[in-house]
């Protein structure tokens, strides 16, 4: 059973489009992380996430915890061509003892 | 280097023979983390180290898998007797603090097995 889905699964844009990708679950997390990965490379931390109704902002990038924390969402301004990549989600909960448990992320394309 | 560093990048192996992937985590890390990525898909929990000591492996799919941190700091996963469904890219990751949440990965190590 798949803890946590990921929407869409791909996506592809012009550059300077908005976007929004979403992670969710019928379980509460005790805290969610944000990554991105390129190929070749292993994933890179953007942000985590405690508090149910958090907002942070990194740059052009707005991460919103839902108020259940059964749901978050990445929210990207005015995409460039450098936010290709494969955008994962990783939940915590306390019923596998707090170990993050990742889902299969969404592949984003931002085109020239 | 500053990040983690795991080797070797690339490993191929014949169905059958035993390996061994290596992670030097950040220095000073006590979390390290094993996760198994298969194509199109995202990591995989196979196991986590608190300095030495293996406080969790849930993950590890069979006992042809083990790991181990002697001394707190170098991780070896070693897989044995490699089958054909082991083909996946093998990512370690360390945290500075004592909590199951990765912070920093390294780039992976790729396997194949023919």
């Known amino acids: 059973t798949q803890l946590l889905e990921q929407s869409p699964q791909f996506l592809s844009i012009q550059e300077g489009e908005n976007l929004t990708v979403y992670c969710n679950s019928s379980?509460?997390?005790?805290?969610l992380q944000w990554y991105r990965q390129e190929p070749g490379e292993g994933p890179v931390l953007l942000v985590t996430?405690?508090?149910?109704?958090e907002v942070k902002k990194l740059k052009r990038l707005t991460f919103q915890f839902g108020d259940a924390r059964k749901d978050s969402s990445l929210h990207i301004t005015a995409a460039q061509p450098g936010d290709t990549g494969l955008y994962l989600c990783?939940?915590?909960?306390?019923?596998?003892?707090?170990?993050?448990?990742f889902g299969d992320g969404t592949t984003l394309t931002v085109k020239p | 280097g500053a990040g983690v560093s795991q080797s070797p990048r690339y490993k191929v192996a014949k169905r059958g023979q035993d390996v061994a992937l290596r992670c030097d985590p950040i220095?000073?890390?006590?979390?390290l983390f094993w996760y198994q990525q298969a194509l199109g898909q995202g990591p995989e929990f196979l196991t986590y180290?608190?300095?030495?000591?293996?406080?969790?492996k849930s993950g590890l799919p069979s006992d042809r898998f083990f790991a181990e941190r002697p001394e707190g700091s170098v991780s070896t996963l070693k897989i044995q007797r490699t089958q054909q469904e082991d083909s996946a890219v093998y990512l370690c990751a360390s945290t500075l603090g004592r909590v199951m949440r990765p912070q920093h990965f390294g780039d992976g190590t790729r396997l194949s097995i023919l």
């Open positions: 996430v405690v508090t149910g109704g």
């Open positions: 379980s509460v997390f005790s805290s």
């Open positions: 220095s000073g890390h006590v979390s």
């Open positions: 180290f608190q300095n030495e000591a293996q406080l969790d």
């Open positions: 990783a939940g915590a909960f306390r019923t596998n003892a707090g170990k993050s448990t």
